[in-house]
């Protein structure tokens, strides 16, 4: 069964458990670039209060087709305890996600907010199957029971 990775990954620890996940149980990786370009200041200033609002920025890819999967896997940096903007555009730029199974996950500093229960929301709006969700604070990064508990729930949704 075929898993697609769908991150937004400000400084690289969306990715890199993305890429952990990917190495057990396998699958595509795509990483929604962030078109705004942000920097130190304006990430905080703007992103921040952008992704409270559930604002959108423009993305590359534009279009995510996820049809020929089985399941998918969105993870996303926490902005303001919140998905970031450009996660929040992947979710709308999904092709074919209707009825798929989801596992969503969020890195951050310390608090993620609601950033989880938003972004399974925005999934199952769309039509997606969410059947959990995992918060990585930065103590959890190298956490393997937190791993675990999100490979887990991925093999839920592999076959």
């Excluded at 898993?3 to 458990?17: A, D, E, F, R, W």
């Excluded at 952008?50 to 993305?59: L, Q």
Aim: positive net charge.
């Amino acid at each position: 069964m075929s898993i697609c990775y769908i991150v937004h990954s400000h400084s690289g620890n969306t990715k890199g458990i993305a890429e952990r996940c990917k190495a057990i149980v396998g699958g595509d990786l795509v990483e929604v670039k962030d078109k705004a370009s942000y920097n130190m200041l304006t990430l905080y200033i703007i992103g921040g209060r952008r992704a409270t609002k559930g604002e959108r920025d423009p993305i590359d890819p534009a279009v995510i087709d996820v049809s020929g999967y089985d399941g998918i896997v969105v993870g996303t940096t926490v902005w303001g305890r919140m998905p970031t903007p450009a996660t929040n555009a992947a979710v709308d730029a999904l092709k074919g996600c209707e009825e798929k199974k989801a596992v969503v996950y969020a890195t951050c500093g310390g608090m993620a907010g609601e950033t989880v229960s938003v972004l399974s929301k925005a999934l199952e709006g769309r039509g997606a199957r969410v059947q959990g969700g995992v918060v990585f604070t930065r103590r959890d990064l190298a956490d393997q029971a937190k791993l675990q508990e999100l490979v887990g729930l991925i093999r839920t949704i592999s076959g």
